[in-house]
């Protein structure tokens, strides 16, 4: 909310192989003019990112196959995954061009909601408690 942290993910890298799994960026842009990467966070599954939204404490990203993923960044530099709901849960989570593509995190009421390409919508709420 400082706006000293900027996220990106980039969607094609997971299916070119460059990387060991989905992957967000984390820049420091405290100074505009000089920008700096301050982590490449590698997230659990292989998954293709693509959109990702910020809403307080949390980062939402939709990953296709693997699905909405949350991620804590109250520590900005180590983001922590925090809860998933998975829209494909059938076969493997690697790179590709299926399942959630977007989500919506910012209902007052705390209902997220996405898409999956071939599942339809999801209407989600992240739970306040850790689940075991």
Known sequence: ED???????DEGDELDGTV??????VWDIEDLDDPILAKEHIGETEASDHNLY????????????SGLRILDISDPVNPREVGYFDSVPAGDNGPGYAGSWSDYPFFESGVIVFTSMREGLFVVRRARRPVL
């Open 3 to 9: 706006h000293r942290f900027f996220f990106v993910n």
């Open 20 to 25: 060991t799994g989905t992957r967000t960026l």
């Open 54 to 65: 910020v809403r307080g404490q949390f980062m939402y990203q939709s990953n296709y196959v």
